[in-house]
């Protein structure tokens, strides 16, 4: 394919001259492969974008799109229509950023790509803000709550309090649904411009069976929902102040939403919505019986928004150009310099910097002024960030199409697979994920690497032993010595020949919420080589979890089991 000819030389090209920002040659387009045409009418990338952050892009999309966020590398060249030279070095570049995994030919979405939806969460400010009246909301009403933005002629959920219920669909963090099949849709569109009606239109014809929306079942066109449908909601929540969704999604699932109002400028901030099944509510029901406290919520949201304190002042990043000049140093090749500066670039937003200048952009990652200036023009292209009327830039909801949903749903366990797995190779021997039983005399297992030594066989994922008996244990209820120490170290009490050493595993605001234990046959190691070889690989491994932990925890709660 021609285009990839051209768009694999890029990156070495790019490379070649990091920093100086030199525009390619006037008039020329980059080759946009179908896959990296992601904003309809907007095809044709301009002069300065910078091709390989546009392709780091598509990738961290296409692995965003697949089941458990994993391709191989040819499903990859495939879905992206990229050399797979270029495939190779995107993935290594973003394994170094700890963005993706490589597991053998498998590529996998990493916990730390969370950051860069975090970015925009924390600059938006509305999760941190309104979600545990969202959570309480859906405590008491035991049904799901969400709260979306909109997105463009969609709507994008930033929050989710979410009843485990088999029946239907959930939702996760960052999914994007086609605003006309939801209750949020009517209201976001209520303030839609002639151009935004337009632009569904479009879609809606060139996409009829909601194929771009891989969060929703296919729309059945046998009984096609016309377009008037829609206006017609939307003219109804304009006056009535909320909306509801009869089962556009799929059968059985029912929604009621409204609108929170920003307090400055009275428009919509997001939607706030319960949703239920046929089997407890209708769409009716939802109205007459749930409306009244969902908008007694959203009163109490407006204030929350209107008394909020202003931003704490964050952590500015910084040593980025040290970090990436030290990867391209080592990785030569195969580290494609200016993917790794553009992707960085989203995480100068926060908190207390939601709209920045290309100057704070420069300041805050340490770039030079037009390689920040051309990453800001790409993610523009790429719509991440928008310009504002008064010069500065900020991140959209889509932010989130990176990685965000998948990731959203990981658990502990997941989340501590692949270090277990390392540090079992490393110290030839098995390693494991502990929590404490409710009750709290026993330690469950929830994930684990075994060697193939036979000794270990005999614990596996669910195995519960008692936590008096267990390093593992030790460490989960605080005991004493290993409080101190910051480790327990337990010889042959549940079993002849028998050694574990276990350390704590911590929450962003330091609870021991699991343990992780290297257990030996006895006569491998001393108990004193067992502290000086293992320890500190397992403590690293600790601290590699718990860096996954705050980073995805950041804007929900992770499950422990
Ligand atoms: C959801 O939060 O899962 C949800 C919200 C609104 C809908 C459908 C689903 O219309």
Same mark, same amino acid.
């Given at each position: 394919m021609p285009a990839n000819t051209t768009n694999d030389a890029a990156p070495a090209r790019a490379a070649a001259t990091p920093g100086t920002g030199t525009p390619r040659t006037p008039g020329t387009r980059e080759a946009i492969t179908p896959a990296e045409a992601v904003a309809p009418a907007e095809t044709v990338a301009p002069a300065e974008a910078v091709a390989p952050l546009l392709r780091g892009i598509a990738v961290l999309r296409r692995l965003t799109e697949a089941d458990d966020g994993t391709l191989s590398l040819s499903g990859l060249e495939k879905a992206t229509g990229l050399a797979r030279s270029t495939v190779d070095r995107i993935t290594a570049t973003l394994a170094r950023m700890g963005y993706v995994r490589l597991d053998g030919r498998d590529v996998t979405l990493a916990p730390r790509l969370t950051e860069l939806g975090n970015a925009y969460l924390a600059a938006l400010r509305l999760p941190a803000l309104l979600a545990s009246r969202a959570d309480a909301l859906a405590d008491e009403l035991d049904e799901s709550v969400s709260l979306a933005v909109g997105d463009r002629d969609g709507i994008r959920f930033i929050h989710q309090a979410t009843r485990r219920r088999a029946m239907s669909l959930s939702f996760r963090i960052g999914d994007l649904l086609?605003?006309?099949?939801?209750?949020?849709g009517p209201l976001f569109a209520t303030e839609w411009t002639r151009a935004d009606w337009h632009r569904w239109r479009d879609r809606r014809a060139a996409d009829p069976e909601d194929r771009?929306?891989?969060?929703?079942?296919?729309? =059945?066109?046998? &009984?096609p929902a016309r377009d008037e449908d829609f206006e017609d909601r939307t003219a109804a929540a304009a006056t009535d102040g909320y909306s509801l969704d009869d089962?556009?999604?799929?059968?059985?699932l029912v929604a009621v939403s409204a609108p929170v109002r =920003?307090?400055? &400028?009275?428009?919509?901030a997001c939607v706030a919505s319960v949703v239920s099944h046929t089997s407890r509510h209708t769409a009716e029901d939802l109205r007459t019986a749930l409306l009244p406290r969902l908008r007694s919520t959203v009163r109490s949201m407006e204030n929350d928004l209107l008394t909020a304190p202003p931003p704490e002042p964050g952590t500015p990043r910084s040593g980025l150009a040290t970090w990436t000049a030290a990867s391209k140093q080592e990785l030569g090749r195969d580290f494609v310099e200016s993917l790794a500066r553009g992707l960085t670039v989203l995480t100068a937003f926060g908190e207390d910097r939601p709209a920045l200048t290309l100057t704070d952009v420069a300041k805050a990652t340490g770039l030079a002024r037009a390689t920040a200036r051309r990453a800001l023009i790409t993610h523009e292209h790429a719509g991440l960030v928008a310009a504002t009327p008064d010069r500065t830039f900020i991140l959209t909801p889509r932010v989130l199409s990176l990685g965000f949903p998948p990731l959203s749903r990981t658990s502990l366990p997941q989340i501590a697979q692949p270090h277990l797995t390392a540090l079992a190779d490393r110290v030839h021997e098995s390693a494991s994920l502990a929590v404490l039983s409710d009750s709290g005399e026993e330690i469950q297992y929830t994930a684990r690497a075994s060697t193939?030594?036979?000794?270990?066989?005999?614990?596996?994922?669910g195995t519960r032993l008692p936590a008096h008996a267990t390093a593992l244990g030790h460490v989960l209820l605080s005991l004493p010595e290993s409080r101190s120490q910051g480790y327990a170290l337990v010889d042959e009490e549940l079993e002849a020949g028998l050694r574990s050493i276990a350390v704590p595993v911590r929450d962003r605001t330091g609870r021991v919420v699991a343990a992780v234990n290297v257990a030996m046959h006895?006569?491998?190691?001393t108990a004193a080589a067992c502290v000086t070889d293992v320890l500190p690989l397992l403590a690293e491994t600790a601290s590699h979890i718990e860096a996954d932990l705050r980073v995805t925890g950041r804007f929900r709660r992770i499950p422990l089991t």
């Open positions: 086609p605003a006309e099949r939801t209750a949020p771009t929306f891989p969060a929703v079942p296919p729309r =059945d066109h046998t &009984t089962q556009l999604i799929e059968p059985g =920003d307090p400055g &400028t009275g428009r919509i193939s030594r036979v000794m270990s066989a005999r614990i596996s994922v006895a006569a491998r190691r």
